[in-house]
């Protein structure tokens, strides 16, 4: 027979934990994109408005990659955006430029355009949270 012991958990670890777990329902973790940039706001303002340009640029160039079939071209591209994301601690649109990158390295065809569209929704998102943010005036 098993016996379960209660085990605590410290205030600072279940806040820990909380941050961590609640971040992966966000596009943006905030609290680790505001470390990241040394609670620098205005770096933020700057680095938010080259990826608004550089997004929308890099995910054309995915698309075009994917058209005419330059599996290279794909995986470069969504290596680039993939780093641009990873910026902004933004796990859903790394995760989705990931699919993209894996796919042109594989010269994996299945299922692009679906994983193109995954990509569009996650980047428009980011870029929603991070005007929102601006907006806001803080992380």
């Known amino acids: 027979m098993f016996a379960f012991r209660k085990i605590p958990i410290y205030r600072g670890a279940r806040k820990k934990y909380n941050e961590v777990f609640m971040s992966r329902n966000e596009p943006i973790n905030r609290n680790e994109l505001a470390e990241r940039l040394d609670n620098d706001f205005e770096l933020f303002k700057e680095l938010a408005e080259l990826f608004f340009d550089d997004s929308a640029s890099l995910t054309g160039r995915i698309k075009e990659a994917i058209d005419a079939g330059d599996m290279e071209g794909l995986r470069k591209n969504a290596h680039t955006l ?58």
Do not use: P, Q
Request: charged letters at 30%; a negative charge.
């Open 82 to 139: 993939k780093g641009a994301v990873s910026n902004f601690s933004a796990d859903g649109a790394y995760d989705a430029a990931f699919e993209l990158e894996t796919a042109g390295r594989n010269k994996n065809t299945g299922g692009l355009a679906e994983k193109l569209s995954t990509l569009k929704t996650e980047i428009e998102t980011v870029i929603l949270d991070m005007k929102s943010m601006i907006e806001k005036g803080s992380f």
